[in-house]
């Protein structure tokens, strides 16, 4: 009957622990949250005794609460105990979950150390699982970012035995929710400290609502009041001239929105988790011609002394100039400071975004630093760079390059791991260069472009002439390939060109195509000059390295470079 009728305690067990819970973020103060703590114990939890110890700014802990019996509360309440005698207790016993059990044959240790406790003299059981009267069980209470905020302490189930699976479960809920409540009762109660010193000062210079308004209407920064609650929640009550003028609505326009109407749509979960207790996020508002600026929210609660209706006061501070300026400093750490592409460190961070540490399918490459040619063909394979499977090295057909990948699996065989060989990543899609020509044959074809002539320019016309000639062929280079392709430099006058989901011919015609665009006359201070350019295409493989990628291409543009005569490659 027992384990028929458990479903059935179990539910009523549930809505007592949701009934408690809910009580947690109803009481007002810090001192109201922790003894409504400690009552939910015994309430909802079927504990007879509870106590709530709570860290102390020293880091001692101190007996702040105790509910169901009001000798344990004379004997513990306002004792505190060391930080290192709680960590001692904490780390003794059974850990079951995030709670700690100290069975009475170990707990006798602790009978002396000065740790408060209270326990009532009762009859033991001559079963396994009663509970001792020196049994001694705690839950800790840690905040969000894993801060001990307490302890709570229970002793005597109702029932006389020790808490089951169910009963664990349910004590530690029910104390990670009191953590929630302790914390945001701490801020509430500090908040409500800062407010009171407020009004003080502002009392002992002119009455507080005066003293509110002009630093309200007169603030050199946006400032709003938001209704707090009801039908109108969040919609704007007050706004300042400097808000009015930053957002460019008037005063009696901005009165018909919230701040979530104005929010940008990225933008709308920030919003959302913004505390409004002391909460600051930094998000874009719209102003009234449709374009956004980036502010900085900060939220405080106010509530008037006749304890009335709760309102919103909101800071609002420009940060557009800030925004802006992080924004160029990022993209100068990134980018190319001649010719705007993307430099070495963004090409290769964007390059092992795309590779993960799984190996695909190893077959060996054509004998690149030995200068073969690229189009012959190997005993027992393709074009070029057949050897077989078992050789340990990546297939880079067309004009790939080599690399030092080792052996490993098909793509897919198992879950990828990350970008770099970190925590797997359900959404990776592993690249692999293409076997052949074949239309389901694609891969990321990785392009080295170093140019031919180049130095000659830069040694007879001057520096000047030379940065001219890398920036033109920068923009002939981007005018070329797809938007969504990358063109970066390398360094000097060596470019690479990232572009997805290529085939081996396609590869040839983009090299191609690109060359041809180089070759044109570039004009420069009224003269004509031109370079050529040599390509070697590699393909970027999961299991290889940004490194050993890039060294691929490069030997494949210095194969490429060998084969042709130097006034071919002036020509292009």
């Known amino acids: 009957m027992e384990t028929e009728s458990e479903p059935y305690v179990r539910l009523a067990s549930l809505r007592q622990l949701h009934r408690v819970v809910a009580q947690l973020n109803t009481a007002r103060s810090l001192a109201d949250t922790l003894q409504t703590v400690a009552d939910g114990v015994v309430e909802g939890l079927g504990f007879e005794i509870a106590a709530v110890n709570l860290v102390r700014a020293d880091g001692d802990l101190v007996v702040a609460a ?97 808490p089951g699976a169910w009963g664990c479960e349910a004590l530690q809920m029910y104390a990670s929710q009191a953590a929630i409540a302790i914390s945001n009762a701490r801020l509430r109660s500090n908040m409500q400290r800062a407010l009171v010193r407020l009004e003080r000062e502002q009392q002992a210079l002119r009455a507080s609502e005066e003293s509110f308004r002009q630093a309200f209407e007169y603030a050199p920064s946006g400032m709003a009041v ?21 957002l460019g609505r008037p005063a009696a326009a901005m009165r018909r929105y919230s701040f979530s109407d104005l929010v940008h749509p990225e933008d709308i979960r920030t919003l959302l988790r913004t505390s409004a207790e002391g909460g600051r996020a930094e998000l874009r508002l719209q102003r009234r011609d449709g374009s956004y600026v980036w502010v900085s929210l900060r939220n405080s609660v106010v509530a008037d002394t006749a304890d009335g209706p709760r309102y919103l006061l909101t800071h609002v501070e420009d940060i557009e ?15 190319d400071s001649l010719t705007g592409l993307p430099n070495s460190a963004e090409l290769r961070a964007r390059l092992a975004g795309r590779l993960c540490s799984m190996p695909g399918r190893p077959v060996a490459p054509a004998d690149a630093a030995s200068g073969a040619d690229p189009a012959a063909g190997h005993p027992g394979g393709g074009p070029g760079y057949g050897y077989g499977p078992g050789d340990g090295f990546w297939d880079l057909e067309g004009l790939g390059g080599i690399s030092g990948a080792g052996p490993g699996t098909e793509p897919g065989a198992g879950t990828a791991a990350g970008p770099g060989g970190g925590s797997p990543d359900p959404h990776h899609v592993h690249a692999v260069p293409p076997k052949g020509d074949g239309p389901g044959e694609k891969g990321l074809a990785v392009l080295f472009c170093d140019l031919d002539g180049f130095k000659s320019i830069n040694d007879r016309y001057g520096h000047h002439c030379g940065d001219a ?27 690479v060109v990232l572009a997805d989901g290529l085939g081996p011919a396609e590869a040839q015609d983009l090299a191609v195509r690109l060359r041809n665009a180089i070759i044109p006359p570039i004009q420069v ?48």
Not at 226 to 233: F, L, N, R, T, W
Not at 321 to 331: N, P
Not at 471 to 491: C, K, S
Not at 555 to 568: D, F, L, N, P, T
């Open 66 to 162: 105790v509910a169901g019996s009001a000798a344990a509360e004379s004997v513990m309440a306002g004792r505190v105990g060391s930080r290192a005698s709680w960590e001692r207790r904490l780390t003794m016993g059974e850990q079951w979950g995030v709670l700690c059990f100290i069975p009475y044959t170990e707990g006798w240790v602790l009978d002396n150390d000065e740790v408060p406790e209270w326990h009532a003299p009762s009859a033991v059981r001559d079963t396994p699982d009663a509970w001792h009267p020196m049994d001694r069980l705690f839950a800790p209470l840690y905040a969000p970012d894993g801060e001990l905020l307490g302890v709570l302490s229970v002793d005597r189930p109702r029932n006389g035995r020790r």
């Open 226 to 246: 938001a209704e707090m609650g009801g039908d109108q929640q969040g919609r704007l009550l007050r706004i300042n001239d400097a808000l009015c003028r930053l």
């Open 321 to 335: 100039e800030r925004k802006r300026h992080e924004l160029q400093l990022a993209h100068r750490a990134s980018h």
């Open 469 to 495: 000639v890398l920036i033109a062929v920068a923009r002939r280079l981007e005018a070329g390939v797809r938007d969504d392709d990358t063109v970066a430099r390398l360094g000097g006058d060596e470019f």
């Open 525 to 572: 201070d009224g003269r004509a000059v031109r370079v050529g350019a040599s390509f070697g295409i590699g393909w970027a493989g999961c299991g290889m390295t940004a490194e050993e990628v890039l060294q691929s291409a490069d030997q494949r543009m210095y194969v490429e470079k060998r084969s042709r005569s130097k006034g071919q490659r002036r020509a292009g």
